[in-house]
């Protein structure tokens, strides 16, 4: 199990360091995306999203009915990562569930003393990587812990705040609900996806992957295993901060003018001018709402595409991720086509 330690060491490495480095990074996380997306049907866009959004460690929202392989997709993606069970934390979320089965029981011998304490052993506070099933079901107490943690990677212990592991979070849904009172945590997740049924399209294939994953399972083969490393995902996020804030070429970080330069070397302006005229039309005609935080975050998981999959500047493709901007279900057929049809004109 990677320690504390460890990831602070990455988070230490120059960029000259990393440069001899991110090649080789970029080549296992490839390979894990196109490896693991053949266990699935028609899941692959999927695989690629969560790869994405682990680079720039931002939540991902899977929504689809029971049964449209979920949690299978984040279970084989932790295992391609060769996370040990502290590392990787799952929990399915009901309107009955209390803060302590997610963030620890609280301490009885510690309280006798005083001291409000919860043992974190096992629970969401010590994952590097967590999947929370049904996300939207859970009470206004599971919410507020959830949010302090998506934002600000912290908990409370004696009313302190602690750091979280925590580096990349996947949640799960049948459908996104409207309610005012979720629209905080609703925000939180940029990108949402569909996970669709696929027997109609792809039944013999369906039937023939199931049934090769359930072998897989009885005989206890895990061919996807052990592909890459969440280490990965941190350097190319430490290599991507670097590049952007200048750091590359000589600057210093948080140089305004570095960063203009930056995006104008790697955000060409026929891209970028492409990037704000979608935005404004899925504004205008889907009423889709996109905030100023949440412009900031596409731009940053836009980068993060080009970089896992081309290494460079963004391309018209990279774009695709603003399919996923949608709040709503019936969002995301509309935004797809849209989007598409909007990269095929611009």
């Not at 440069?19 to 028609?42: I, K």
């Not at 140089?255 to 935005?279: C, G, N, Q, T």
Request: aromatic share 8%.
């Amino acid at each position: 199990m990677a320690s504390p330690q460890d990831e602070q060491a990455i988070e230490s490495l120059t960029f000259d360091q990393l440069r001899g480095e991110v090649e080789g990074a970029r080549s296992r996380l490839n390979d894990l995306r196109l490896r693991l997306g053949r266990y699935f049907v028609e899941k692959q866009e999927l695989v690629d999203l969560m790869c994405v959004s682990t680079i720039a460690q931002e939540p991902l929202l899977i929504v689809g009915p029971p049964g449209t392989a979920k949690s299978d997709l984040v279970t084989k993606f932790c295992e391609a990562l060769g996370l040990e069970a502290g590392d990787y934390f799952e929990y399915m979320l009901t309107k009955f569930t209390e803060p302590s089965e997610l963030i620890g029981p609280i301490d009885l011998t510690r309280l006798k003393d005083g001291s409000y304490v919860r043992k974190v052993s096992g629970k969401l506070p010590e994952a590097r990587i967590a999947f929370l099933d049904e996300i939207f079901k859970s009470n206004s107490a599971i919410l507020n812990t959830l949010l302090t943690i998506i934002n600000e990677r912290k908990f409370y212990q004696d009313g302190r705040p602690v750091p979280v592991r925590l580096r990349m979070l996947f949640a799960a849904t049948n459908s996104v609900p409207e309610f005012e009172e979720l629209a905080a945590l609703r925000d939180r997740f940029v990108l949402k996806a569909e996970s669709v049924p696929i027997k109609d399209q792809h039944f013999d294939l369906l039937l023939e992957k199931g049934v090769q994953n359930e072998l897989n399972r009885s005989l206890n083969r895990r061919p996807w295993a052990n592909i890459a490393a969440l280490e990965d995902f941190l350097r190319l996020r430490r290599y991507q901060h670097l590049l952007m804030a200048g750091v590359g070429e000589g600057g210093q970080d948080g140089d305004e003018s570095a960063i203009m330069r930056d995006r104008k070397r790697y955000f060409p302006d026929e891209v970028f001018d492409l990037f704000k005229r979608i935005i404004r039309t899925l504004e205008r005609e889907h009423r889709v709402v996109i905030s100023d935080r949440k412009v900031i975050k596409l731009y940053q998981l836009i980068r993060a595409r080009a970089l896992l999959f081309h290494g460079g500047a963004v391309r018209r493709e990279d774009l695709l991720l603003l399919r996923y901007t949608g709040d709503r279900n019936e969002d995301f057929a509309p935004l797809r086509e849209k989007v598409d049809a909007l990269l095929r004109l611009g």
